[in-house]
């Protein structure tokens, strides 16, 4: 009797092979430290709530000094949301993520669209560069 092969595909959503990037990269990250100290959102001992801790304190420490403070804030998710790849591409290379890897991740974000939607009008960029 023939041996009778059969191709079995696993389904994984787009929000779970994110996590594992993410994952991976983490800790190879975090093995070679090479996040700062002040990268709050990216550490698991921190949290914003560290971040806002440590902007108080700052604040009120110059002010007891009699020094000027000042703040400028943004909020950067959507600017996060179209990087340019060839330069994270490379970012990514210089700090050892190369290889099979690498290569995973570069395919991944080869032909990549955002729309934007504002009332009745739509607009997308390619995020491919």
Same mark, same amino acid.
Do not use: W
């Given at each position: !009797?023939? +041996?009778? &092969? +059969?191709?079995?595909?696993? +389904? ?16 190879? /990250? $975090?093995?070679? !430290?090479?996040?700062?100290?002040? &990268?709050? *959102?990216? %550490?698991?001992?921190?949290? %914003?709530?560290?971040?806002? =801790? #440590?902007?108080?304190? *700052? /604040?009120?420490?110059? !002010? #007891?000094? +009699?020094? %000027? /403070?000042?703040?400028?804030? =943004?909020?950067?998710?959507? $600017?996060? *949301? @179209? $990087? ?15 290889? #099979? ?9 080869? *032909?990549?669209? &955002? ?6 009008? #739509?607009? %997308? /960029?390619? @995020?491919?560069?």
């Amino acid at each position: !009797m023939p +041996k009778i &092969q +059969k191709n079995i595909f696993i +389904k994984i959503h787009l929000h779970d092979f994110e996590n594992i990037i993410y994952t991976r990269i983490y800790a190879y /990250v $975090v093995l070679h !430290m090479l996040l700062a100290n002040e &990268q709050y *959102e990216f %550490t698991s001992s921190f949290s %914003t709530d560290s971040a806002s =801790y #440590t902007l108080i304190h *700052e /604040v009120l420490s110059a !002010m #007891t000094i +009699k020094h %000027t /403070v000042g703040g400028i804030f =943004y909020d950067l998710i959507k $600017v996060l *949301e @179209c $990087v340019n790849h060839r330069i994270l591409l490379a970012k990514l290379e210089h700090y050892g993520i190369r290889g #099979t890897f690498g290569a995973l991740i570069k395919s991944y974000l080869t *032909e990549r669209y &955002q729309t934007f939607a504002l009332k009745d009008k #739509t607009n %997308t /960029v390619s @995020c491919s560069n």
